[in-house]
């Protein structure tokens, strides 16, 4: 079975700060990643994936993340957080080549940015 | 941009009544889920939709849910006899037809059962 887990419920870095947020897997086959946003009262907005190729992928907003096979690691990171920026970020997994793609969703970390 | 749409954006109910949560997905996908997310809680996955059937159920749609798209374009979540427990922000979302492909969300509907 397939899991994830975010290190830290709750992140806070000044503005301007660097900004990683931590994401392990647990998949049996080759995973499909990805990291969500949820603003305050909004839905769920898609930052980045990773599905194949490059293991390091840009995002939007200045987003990237690694996905790392040897450590089951796809960290998110930002080299200079703004204001902006605060908001809940999910990590999920889906099956690789599985017909359905169903998300499994980590607990999420909610990132605050301070002036 | 296409985009998912959610109506109700947010819906008061009584326990024991019916609950239909309704959805649009993205024209031109073929595959529809739902997931739900308690207040505080991470989200999670209630059901996927491919060519008009289920084709894959989490153990917390049981009995008291179902779905269905009862035209080209909606896709319903009924919860026939809602609990306290099921108060939620309930999320649709849609794909195309290859897994791997975002899955796009939209903005939930909350749910509040009193």
Aim: proline share 4%; glycine share 8%.
């Amino acid at each position: 079975a397939q899991s994830v887990t975010q290190l830290g419920s709750h992140v806070s870095v000044s503005e301007g700060a660097l900004v990683l947020l931590r994401c392990n897997y647990s998949s049996s086959v080759p995973p499909y990643l990805f990291w969500y946003v949820q603003y305050p009262n909004q839905g769920l907005q898609l930052l980045l994936k990773y599905t194949t190729g490059a293991t390091l992928v840009k995002g939007i907003n200045g987003f990237e993340a690694e996905f790392k096979k040897s450590e089951t690691s796809f960290h998110l990171t930002k080299p200079s957080a703004h204001m902006s920026d605060a908001a809940e970020y999910f990590c999920a997994v889906s099956e690789h080549g599985g017909s359905q793609g169903n998300l499994i969703f980590g607990k999420g970390t909610k990132l605050s940015v301070k002036p | 941009e296409p985009e998912v749409t959610q109506t109700p954006s947010h819906q008061v109910t009584q326990m024991g009544q019916e609950v239909i949560l309704r959805c649009v997905p993205i024209s031109n996908h073929l595959y529809f889920y739902w997931y739900r997310q308690i207040l505080g809680q991470k989200v999670e996955f209630l059901v996927s939709f491919y060519n008009n059937e289920i084709s894959e159920k989490s153990e917390i749609f049981d009995d008291q849910f179902s779905v269905e798209r009862p035209d080209g374009s909606n896709f319903t979540l009924k919860i026939r006899s809602t609990k306290l427990e099921d108060s939620a922000m309930y999320f649709c979302a849609s794909r195309t037809d290859r897994a791997g492909n975002t899955i796009y969300f939209g903005e939930g509907s909350w749910l509040t059962v009193v």
